[in-house]
């Protein structure tokens, strides 16, 4: 149950600090040169800028001149003890313990924040877990990206859990065997009783109340680089509109877990934990086009996972000046196709309004 957590960042971790101890032991292997250039671009295999640091695997022999094949650490049973540590702590007053900002507080940084910060094994293009084990135990699966342990072949060496520099393999002391999130990979196949035989998104994906989480299969071209597929959503939010961005890239795995970043937290701690895309994304988030208004309507209408999304245009509803800038809204219509080309289901910009009847004391 601990493969899918939720920390609230910037003080809760589970394992506790394990984004901090690994940014340090890269900052101290490579010191001062952990930096970014470029900008972000059209570039497919830069997207983001260009990192001129040392990725996890670059830094291996630099402080762990073993047989280490990644930089990484094993973190102590103490920093496991307690997956919700620091849940809801947000920062305050800078230097002054227990004392939030008073002062009122406005965009572009909040002086008293925190924000959720949800994680699943990243499935990464590169596994530090796969490159790691001795036993090759770990293997990535091609139909899908999905990684996996095989347990029959694990023997509970924990190097996979050393150098995955998310902590997302776990060893399980009564079994000996480490595990990971399996992506749910029976409904990814389209097992799941319900989905139809289609692919269907995971457990934590489909049981997201806060309708913002999104799973799906994108095409890949040889080079490990994805393959252009403009109206599959995820694309679209990865590659086009860039507003997805992925968790700490400079650790070199390509992780393909990708998140839409808060607005109102630092922007210095946002560029570390999503990399240089991050003004862009959220400049493009607030002030949304009509496309990206469009597309975001589709998280959470289904559990079946769209492959491609078409839209049908819808008269003009809102018109307003936001911060300064003008802003319009049109109603448009919004439809999405699963892998068989058919469609799953179409929902508008405009979301329905349902007044419930006065019969039950709830009501409201
Ligand atoms: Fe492996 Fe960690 Fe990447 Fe998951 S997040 S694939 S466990 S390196
Ligand atoms: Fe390999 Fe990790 Fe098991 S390193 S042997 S998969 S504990």
């Known amino acids: 149950m601990w493969w899918a957590n939720v920390e609230t960042k910037p003080y809760g971790g589970y394992p506790q600090f394990w984004d901090a101890k690994i940014l340090d032991l890269l900052e101290k292997a490579n010191p001062g040169n952990q ?21 996890i695997f670059e830094a291996q022999n630099m402080l762990t001149p073993d047989s280490a094949r990644v930089l990484g650490y094993l973190p102590t049973d103490e920093e496991w003890n307690s997956p919700n540590i620091f849940e809801d702590n947000p920062v305050g007053k800078k230097g002054v313990r227990n004392e939030l900002d008073k002062e009122g507080t406005a965009l572009p940084e909040h002086k008293t924040w925190f924000f959720y910060l949800a994680r699943i094994c990243n499935h990464c293009s590169y596994p530090a877990c796969l490159a790691a084990c001795p036993r090759k135990a770990i293997y990535k699966r091609p139909e899908d990206g999905i990684v996996l342990i095989d347990q029959s072949q694990c023997r509970g060496y924990r190097k996979c859990v050393e150098a995955c520099p998310y902590k997302k393999t776990m060893y399980r002391g009564n079994t000996r065997v480490s595990e990971k999130c399996v992506a749910c990979y029976p409904r990814i196949e389209g097992k799941d009783p319900e989905s ?16 913002i989480r999104m799973q799906g299969l994108v095409k890949m071209n040889n080079d490990g680089t994805w393959a ?35 607005r109102w937290v630092p ?42 999304y078409e839209i049908k245009e819808g008269p003009k509803i809102y018109e307003a000046t936001l911060r300064g800038r003008k802003i319009s809204m049109y109603n448009d219509t919004v439809i999405a196709y699963g892998q068989d080309g058919k469609e799953i289901f179409r929902t508008q910009v405009e979301e329905p309004v349902h007044v419930r009847p006065n019969k039950h004391a709830n009501s409201i």
């Open 35 to 55: 930096q970014w250039s470029g900008k972000p671009s059209a570039d497919k295999k830069n997207p983001y800028g260009q990192f001129d640091g040392k990725t």
């Open 267 to 308: 922007r210095d701690y946002l560029k570390q934990m999503f990399g240089p895309g991050v003004d862009d994304a959220i400049e493009r988030y607030t002030y949304p086009d009509r496309e990206l208004l469009a597309v975001l309507q589709l998280f959470r209408r289904s559990n079946r996972i769209i492959f491609r």
């Open 228 to 262: 252009e597929d403009r109206f599959n959503p995820l694309y679209y939010m990865v590659h086009v509109a860039k507003v997805a961005l992925p968790l700490y890239p400079q650790f070199g795995t390509a992780p393909n877990g990708y998140y839409i970043p808060p």
């Open 196 to 211: 139809g035989g289609q692919p269907m998104e995971t457990r934590c994906m489909t049981a997201c109340i806060g309708q």
